[in-house]
């Protein structure tokens, strides 16, 4: 490696990574909150299990159908004007969750359905984010950096739990300001990051290398040179139309094995705090307990990306975690015990957060430009399917049953699946390999 690649990528790392962690930091924050709004408001609202884990996994239904429209339409108009959008809707969406009871009244919707609609428009408002900055990251780093940027970016996943889950859990104590429950004023509080951002991201992102003057122009030249000759590399093996990737028979493949590590992440997050309660803790301490399988993910992600790149490897590297998620939480059924369920957990957390990173290089060793962001967004969009059906398969279950062990082996089953599926397709590493360099 020479030292213009070092320096080009260490430049672009520092100026992009640290700031889309933090915009996915909140993004996901956003997303995931209702969990822990879920401990008291639940209660005030009236919502049953079933409810809870039907409205927020709804989300996800609206993230589908919106999830392609929205890369392509990234694509064409550019990251930092479709994002800041995203982060704008999303964030002002996000803050009337807190409003849901007025809402409510006013419209003659019930708490209940109130609590679908807003969920519905937040999915809509927030679909495209994720991977549309997944395909971002294609038009600035070479294949041989992807898993460990990946895994960078992604780990505000788990962070946003490891910080933002004590904050919330001191979020709920806050009754009583201006007649607002705790829970209202999580989301309040947690939603104005979001509005403030979108204005950052308007002005701080570039949409491409050729673009960026913050580079040295030698440093632009070689970026520029070695993501175009990448894709020409990938082009002659094959060039996908945005048609022909909607129904590839590879895609729609990659597209079920992140839908079963997909279930297995929001399948556990959002009733992970329930569990925890279980144990018979209050609520401070139910949110900083529920936050310790995030802490391991978090080291997961950032490592087992890293070793990917290193090694050179992608299917196993995403297979084997995916068994190890499982088997975490399969194990977690076993014991009665809150250390060993949390012990479980953690083993858990590893296996679905290190799989993440290394996964989202598979795609995007195959497929270019504008097939290459309708590719990613109908992964994603199918794989946040099980965003939907494993909160509401877990909320019904527990419903029915009384407890969460038929959720919890539902979640390791589609894992185990997730995990066969992946070793099956197969991958190959020739297209990540650096290509020979122009001749001039």
């Given at each position: 490696?020479?030292?213009?690649?070092?320096?080009?990528?260490?430049?672009?790392?520092?100026?992009?990574?640290?700031?889309?962690?933090?915009?996915?930091?909140?993004?996901?924050?956003?997303?995931?909150?209702?969990?822990?709004?879920?401990?008291?408001?639940?209660?005030?609202?009236?919502?049953?299990?079933?409810?809870?884990?039907?409205?927020?996994?709804?989300?996800?239904?609206?993230?589908?159908?919106?999830?392609?429209?929205?890369?392509?339409?990234?694509?064409?108009?550019?990251?930092?004007?479709?994002?800041?959008?995203?982060?704008?809707?999303?964030?002002?969406?996000?803050?009337?969750?807190?409003?849901?009871?007025?809402?409510?009244?006013?419209?003659?919707?019930?708490?209940?359905?109130?609590?679908?609609?807003?969920?519905?428009?937040?999915?809509?408002?927030?679909?495209?984010?994720?991977?549309?900055?997944?395909?971002?990251?294609?038009?600035?780093?070479?294949?041989?950096?992807?898993?460990?940027?990946?895994?960078?970016?992604?780990?505000?996943?788990?962070?946003?739990?490891?910080?933002?889950?004590?904050?919330?859990?001191?979020?709920?104590?806050?009754?009583?300001?201006?007649?607002?429950?705790?829970?209202?004023?999580?989301?309040?509080?947690?939603?104005?990051?979001?509005?403030?951002?979108?204005?950052?991201?308007?002005?701080?992102?570039?949409?491409?290398?050729?673009?960026?003057?913050?580079?040295?122009?030698?440093?632009?030249?070689?970026?520029?040179?070695?993501?175009?000759?990448?894709?020409?590399?990938?082009?002659?093996?094959?060039?996908?139309?945005?048609?022909?990737?909607?129904?590839?028979?590879?895609?729609?493949?990659?597209?079920?094995?992140?839908?079963?590590?997909?279930?297995?992440?929001?399948?556990?997050?959002?009733?992970?705090?329930?569990?925890?309660?279980?144990?018979?803790?209050?609520?401070?301490?139910?949110?900083?307990?529920?936050?310790?399988?995030?802490v391991v993910g978090t080291i997961a992600m950032v490592w087992w990306g890293r070793r990917s790149d290193h090694v050179r490897e992608r299917r196993y590297h995403t297979a084997i975690p995916l068994f190890i998620a499982a088997a975490g939480i399969a194990a977690s059924t076993l014991f009665d015990d809150p250390t060993?369920?949390?012990?479980?957990?953690?083993?858990?957390?590893?296996?679905?957060?290190?799989?993440?990173?290394?996964?989202?290089?598979?795609?995007?060793?195959?497929?270019?430009?504008?097939?290459?962001?309708?590719?990613?967004?109908?992964?994603?969009?199918?794989?946040?399917?099980?965003?939907?059906?494993?909160?509401?398969?877990?909320?019904?279950?527990?419903?029915?049953?009384?407890?969460?062990?038929?959720?919890?082996?539902?979640?390791?089953?589609?894992?185990?699946?997730?995990?066969?599926?992946?070793?099956?397709?197969?991958?190959?590493?020739?297209?990540?390999?650096?290509?020979?360099?122009?001749?001039?």
């Amino acid at each position: 490696m020479n030292t213009l690649e070092t320096n080009t990528i260490a430049k672009v790392s520092s100026r992009l990574v640290p700031f889309l962690i933090i915009c996915y930091f909140v993004a996901y924050l956003d997303r995931v909150n209702v969990g822990f709004a879920a401990l008291t408001m639940n209660e005030d609202l009236g919502l049953s299990q079933t409810a809870f884990g039907f409205g927020a996994g709804i989300f996800f239904i609206a993230y589908f159908i919106f999830e392609v429209p929205s890369n392509l339409l990234l694509e064409r108009f550019g990251a930092r004007k479709w994002i800041a959008r995203i982060m704008l809707s999303w964030g002002i969406l996000s803050g009337l969750m807190a409003f849901i009871p007025y809402i409510a009244r006013a419209t003659g919707l019930g708490n209940e359905n109130t609590f679908y609609l807003i969920r519905v428009l937040l999915g809509a408002a927030e679909a495209g984010f994720f991977p549309g900055i997944i395909f971002y990251l294609t038009l600035w780093f070479p294949a041989m950096y992807r898993a460990r940027i990946v895994g960078y970016f992604m780990a505000a996943i788990p962070l946003s739990t490891v910080i933002g889950a004590p904050i919330s859990g001191l979020l709920l104590y806050l009754h009583g300001g201006l007649g607002l429950a705790g829970w209202q004023w999580l989301f309040i509080i947690e939603a104005v990051p979001a509005i403030i951002l979108s204005v950052f991201v308007f002005f701080y992102l570039t949409d491409r290398p050729a673009d960026a003057t913050w580079l040295a122009a030698d440093e632009r030249d070689w970026l520029t040179e070695r993501l175009g000759l990448e894709q020409r590399q990938r082009e002659a093996v094959r060039e996908y139309t945005v048609g022909q990737v909607l129904i590839n028979p590879r895609v729609i493949g990659l597209s079920l094995v992140y839908f079963g590590a997909v279930a297995t992440n929001y399948g556990l997050g959002f009733f992970l705090p329930q569990i925890v309660k279980t144990f018979g803790l209050n609520t401070f301490l139910t949110t900083v307990v529920a936050a310790t399988p995030y802490v391991v993910g978090t080291i997961a992600m950032v490592w087992w990306g890293r070793r990917s790149d290193h090694v050179r490897e992608r299917r196993y590297h995403t297979a084997i975690p995916l068994f190890i998620a499982a088997a975490g939480i399969a194990a977690s059924t076993l014991f009665d015990d809150p250390t060993l369920r949390m012990i479980s957990f953690c083993v858990a957390g590893f296996g679905i957060f290190a799989c993440l990173p290394v996964f989202w290089t598979l795609p995007t060793a195959f497929l270019t430009g504008a097939a290459c962001a309708a590719g990613v967004a109908v992964i994603n969009s199918i794989g946040n399917l099980a965003g939907f059906v494993g909160p509401f398969a877990m909320g019904w279950i527990r419903d029915h049953t009384g407890s969460y062990t038929g959720g919890l082996l539902l979640l390791a089953g589609l894992g185990i699946i997730a995990m066969g599926t992946v070793l099956t397709l197969g991958h190959d590493d020739t297209l990540e390999r650096a290509p020979a360099p122009a001749s001039h």
